[in-house]
T-cell receptor, first 116, second 116 residues
Framework: AQTVTQSQPEMSVQEAETVTLSCTYD???????LFWYKQPPSRQMILVIR??????QNATENRFSVNFQKAAKSFSLKISDSQLGDAAMYFC?????????????FGTGTRLQVFP | EAGVAQSPRYKIIEKRQSVAFWCNPI?????LYWYQQILGQGPKLLIQ????????DSQLPKDRFSAERLKGVDSTLKIQPAKLEDSAVYLC??????????????FGSGTRLTVV
């Protein structure tokens, strides 16, 4: 069975600084997707960034980038130039690539605090 | 496009009572998911529908939970009778069957259930 592990329950960063959130996963599949979702107090899950396992190049979205290490099954999120609005719960998630509608498997989350 | 609508936003009930949650997915999204998010954990899939058929309900406690998706659009999730451990946020999400959209999933804002 696939599992996703986030070992940092809480992280904090100063505004304008950089922070990295860690995620490891376990799967026997060779083709899959990895995601980072942000969950603010409004509770809605918002997609931050997505990585396709067959792509070696790390995904980037503006201030957000990932370090995808397939062999190590590691998928960390780097937030550069942190802003107060980045404060939220962040969840790492995995999905098989077999079907576009396959379920997401989530980690336990990391609470990110941003200090001015 | 309009998002995934869920109601109610909050619900407090006593144990052994029944409760129902409602979800209206994005128009045209054939796949609908119900996730349970217990405090301090990541969301866990309860049930997945494709149109009005069940694809995966392996994690649904069928002795007390039921769900239906009439006409392949709206869905309701019911708990009867509720237990204290059912206190959680219930998230609904929908996605397209086909396509390579960057964000295949869209989540609603969830219903926070408290069982006392």
């Amino acid at each position: 069975a696939q599992t996703v592990t986030q070992s940092q329950p809480e992280m904090s960063v100063q505004e304008a600084e950089t922070v990295t959130l860690s995620c490891t996963y376990d799967t026997s599949e060779s083709d899959y997707y990895l995601f980072w979702y942000k969950q603010p107090p409004s509770r809605q899950m918002i997609l931050v960034i997505r990585q396709e396992a067959y792509k070696q190049q790390n995904a980037t979205e503006n201030r957000f980038s990932v370090n995808f290490q397939k062999a190590a099954k590691s998928f960390s999120l780097k937030i550069s130039d942190s802003q107060l609005g980045d404060a939220a719960m962040y969840f790492c998630a995995y999905r098989r690539a077999l079907y576009n509608t396959d379920k997401l498997i989530f980690g336990t989350g990391t609470r990110l605090q941003v200090f001015p | 496009e309009a998002g995934v609508a869920q109601s109610p936003r909050y619900k407090i009930i006593e144990k052994r009572q029944s409760v129902a949650f409602w979800c209206n997915p994005i128009s045209g999204h054939a796949t609908l998911y119900w996730y349970q998010q217990i405090l301090g954990q990541g969301p866990k899939l309860l049930i997945q529908f494709q149109n009005n058929g069940v694809v995966d309900d392996s994690q649904l406690p069928k002795d007390r939970f039921s769900a239906e998706r009439l006409k392949g659009v709206d869905s309701t999730l019911k708990i009867q009778p509720a237990k204290l451990e059912d206190s959680a946020v219930y998230l609904c999400a929908s996605s397209l069957i086909r396509g390579r959209r960057k964000n295949g999933y869209t989540f609603g804002s969830g219903t926070r259930l408290t069982v006392v």
